[in-house]
């Protein structure tokens, strides 16, 4: 649906220019076009002269036109979304990640079910549902494989389970390559040139996009820089390592060097993600309160962070770095002026150009909200598994 694609990207956009831009003939477009008017997923808008000749019609998307469900699957949260032709955020929903995969298929379901009665959208008017879960995943199968911190997550049939549990068709994709797909529908900078998304939350994991596709990878895994070495020194990993990324950015690492260094209570909870979690929120309070040890704490896990972000932002030859996670929001103090400073003093390709430093375009339910526009990238992408005859009748 290169046509659907264009015509939502355009804000207004003729049947001429559309034949200008696609290649295709006139009457290929009207007949598209027609269809796309059927199926009430374009409306005609107001009426422009361009040059000579008659006034043409402007074409625009009608984001009620159909919608997509998200939902990501985090230690701490699983968040669903139910977003609309456009991508916006119609309804949310977050609830504390409960122990086990049958429960949060439970939950999903039960969040879907209160989503599509809050906003009155009939099922019908639902293209699929896209879920995004930490990696590595088994697309074929449509199987998450072990998450490691996912208490009771081994070899799951999560998109199955899902979609037997919601009746929708399922996508299944990388917590990272959804938040990717999410900055690419809201991002006009990244359309064109390389850009990296980093994702921290308990773990760290990266994606890349070139002139607005995701780069996937052979398995659709790619991204996976939890053990770059970013400090000798650093903390231990459970690989055995020290200084990995995931380890450096990790919620524990952070609370742990809190606690060390006298800026955290040690009687602090942090044996579950929530509590880590928690505890971590507690760090950023007292470093945004003027403490200068938590402040410290994280300037040194963002450092690390920055080294690791030069390093494949040279690899890929990155003009863009977006950054963003359940954690960002947070972090994003401390953070964006190390990544920033680092970038700006390290990168090799420092001369060639800068690189831009931002936080996500789309906020916290990134994982999710990119979850449903994989679902919409399908219907808007000419594949034999897209939206081919359109979504199903209301
Ligand atoms: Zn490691």
Same mark, same amino acid.
Request: glycine share 10%; charged share 20%; proline share 10%.
């Given at each position: 649906m290169v046509v659907l694609d264009q015509i939502r990207r355009a804000d207004g956009v003729s049947r001429v220019e559309l034949a200008a831009s696609t290649g295709l003939a006139l009457q290929t477009i009207s007949n598209i076009v027609s269809r796309l008017l059927d199926q009430r997923l374009v409306v005609e808008g107001e009426r422009r002269i361009e040059g000579r000749g008659k006034p043409r019609t402007m074409l625009h998307l009608d984001p009620q036109g159909a919608y997509a469900l998200g939902v990501h699957v985090d230690p701490v949260v699983v968040t669903a979304v139910l977003v609309d032709l456009d991508g916006g955020v119609v309804e949310r929903q977050s609830i504390e990640t409960p122990v086990g995969p049958d429960a949060v298929v439970e939950a999903v379901a039960d969040a879907v079910s209160v989503m599509l009665e809050a906003a009155t959208v009939e099922r019908d008017a639902v293209l699929g549902l896209g879920v995004a879960a930490p990696g590595p995943i088994d697309l074929a199968s449509g199987r998450v494989i072990?998450?490691?911190? +996912?208490?009771?997550?081994? &070899?799951?049939?999560l998109r199955d389970a899902l979609a037997a549990a919601t009746g929708f068709d399922v996508i299944l994709e990388k917590d990272v390559s959804a938040a990717m797909t999410a900055e690419l529908w809201r991002g006009?900078?990244?359309?064109?040139g390389t850009s990296l998304f980093f994702y921290t939350g308990f773990g760290v994991a990266a994606a890349i996009a070139h002139d607005g596709e995701l780069f996937a990878g052979t398995s659709r895994?790619?991204?996976?820089?939890?053990? +770059?070495?970013?400090?000798? &020194?650093g903390p231990l990993c459970w690989c055995g390592q020290r200084g990995c990324i995931g380890a450096s950015a990790a919620p524990a690492t952070i609370v742990g060097e809190a606690v060390v260094r006298g800026s955290l209570d040690p009687r602090t909870p942090q044996r579950t993600p929530r509590e880590l979690d928690a505890a971590l929120t507690a760090v950023c309070v007292s470093a945004a309160g003027g403490d200068e040890v938590a402040s410290d704490v994280l300037r040194t896990a963002a450092r690390r962070v920055a080294r690791g972000i030069t390093v494949v932002a040279d690899l890929v030859d990155a003009g863009v770095v977006v950054l963003g996670g359940p954690s960002w929001e947070r972090l994003a103090p401390t953070f964006v002026p190390v990544v920033r400073a680092e970038l700006a003093e390290h990168a090799t390709l420092r001369e060639m150009h800068a690189v831009e430093v931002l936080g996500s375009a789309v906020g916290e339910s990134v994982g999710a909200v990119g979850a449903a526009s994989r679902v919409l990238d399908d219907a808007f992408t000419p594949r034999p598994s897209g939206l081919v005859g359109g979504p199903r009748r209301r």
């Open positions: 072990h998450p490691p911190l +996912l208490e009771g997550w081994l &070899d799951v049939p006009n900078r990244m359309l064109t895994n790619a991204g996976e820089i939890g053990h +770059l070495i970013v400090d000798s &020194d």
